[in-house]
């Protein structure tokens, strides 16, 4: 299985900061196809899962622009230029290149 | 809007079976590939499976801890996912969420295996 790693695991961010947040990946996730398939998700307090980047970089529907997702091959970065309060929660990545899809551990954001 | 609505989850003893479904809307049922993953008490997300489109084959998949226990499938008729669930033990104990391919997810369901 694909391994996923995610630096840091804890993140205190002053609102209208900037924030990052880094996701490796054991193996490649570039496909013979050209796309990468990396995810990015926050689970919000007591939600579920929401879906923010797809394919690395690709800002889903309804995803403020202060969001942007980059990176390749194995190791990806999700940045949040401005960090609202509405932001905080726990960030996943997911790669979906290999069944079994599997999730980094997750990065949680709180306001300082 | 998408729309996802897991029922069907509870408290059962460990040994016991249970059934979660799954209620989609919103959008094309019958050519989405389904997923659940699911969420252990203050733990992370861990992928349980997948069913592709019947178009595609409806071939699924499943993560090797719920491999010979866990049945994925699909009522394209009432766009409805299934997901049930055999020989329960304490670490199957999460709540459960349905997934359009790996856009959007439902609310989710809790099941709790407990003696």
């Known amino acids: 299985d694909i391994v996923m790693t995610q630096t840091p695991l804890s993140l205190s961010v002053t609102p209208g900061q900037p924030a990052s947040i880094s996701c490796k990946s054991s193996?490649?996730?570039?496909?013979?196809?050209?796309?990468?398939?990396l995810y990015w998700y926050l689970q919000k307090p007591g939600q579920s899962p929401q879906l923010l980047i797809s394919?690395?970089?690709n800002r889903f529907s309804g995803v403020p622009d202060r969001f942007s997702g980059s990176g390749s091959g194995t190791d990806f970065t999700l940045k949040i230029s401005r960090v609202e309060a509405e932001d905080v929660g726990v960030y996943y990545c997911?790669?979906?290149?290999?069944?079994?899809?599997?999730f980094g551990p997750g990065t949680r954001v709180d306001i300082k | 809007e998408v729309r996802l609505v897991e029922s069907g989850g509870g408290l059962v003893k460990p040994g016991e079976s249970l059934r979660l479904s799954c209620a989609a809307s919103?959008?094309?049922?019958?050519?989405?590939?389904m997923s659940w993953v699911r969420q252990a008490p203050g733990k992370g997300l861990e992928w349980v499976g997948r069913?592709?489109?019947?178009?595609?084959?409806?071939?699924?998949d499943y993560a090797a801890p719920v491999k010979g226990r866990f049945t994925i499938s699909r009522d394209d008729s009432k766009n409805t996912l299934y997901l049930q669930m055999s020989s329960l033990t304490t670490e199957d104990t999460a709540l459960y969420y349905c997934?359009?391919?790996?856009?959007?997810w439902g609310q989710g369901a809790l099941v709790t295996v407990s003696s």
């Open positions: 069913i592709k489109s019947e178009s595609d084959g409806g071939t699924v």
């Open positions: 919103g959008f094309t049922f019958t050519s989405a590939w």
């Open positions: 193996q490649s996730l570039l496909h013979r196809n050209g796309k990468t398939y």
């Open positions: 997911m790669q979906s290149i290999q069944v079994p899809p599997t």
């Open positions: 394919e690395a970089s």
């Open positions: 997934g359009n391919s790996y856009y959007y």
